[in-house]
């Protein structure tokens, strides 16, 4: 008895190490920054400067039939927006994958 549980607990323990070494973040960051720029690609060395342009993108993707989760990371600083920005189905994830909008690491977003 002694024995299998400590191959049970050896078992969990690799599985638990194989799970956090893995890249199994597949997830698309798209990045969003005050000072980028809305003819820049997303990523975090040419962000976009608005939401409603992540937002846009993520829509093209969506169209092409994405299979990953989304994450768009709002850079920190002040978002000023001239009209609001609607969301609707087609924005969210689609049951398996999901469409999260966050603030970076340690920073504040204020829109």
Do not use: H, W
């Amino acid at each position: 008895m002694k024995m299998n549980k400590t191959i049970i607990q050896s078992f969990l323990t690799i599985l638990l190490l194989l799970l956090s070494s893995c890249d199994s973040d597949s997830t698309l960051k798209v990045y969003v920054s005050p000072s980028g720029n809305d003819s820049n690609n997303g990523s975090i060395e040419a962000p976009y400067q608005t939401i409603s342009k992540a937002r846009d993108y993520i829509r093209t993707l969506n169209k092409a039939g994405r299979k990953q989760n989304i994450e768009v990371i709002l850079s920190g600083g002040t978002y000023f927006i001239n009209e609001a920005i609607v969301f609707n189905t087609v924005d969210g994830g689609d049951g398996q994958n999901s469409v999260i909008y966050r603030s970076a690491k340690d920073e504040v977003a204020s829109i």
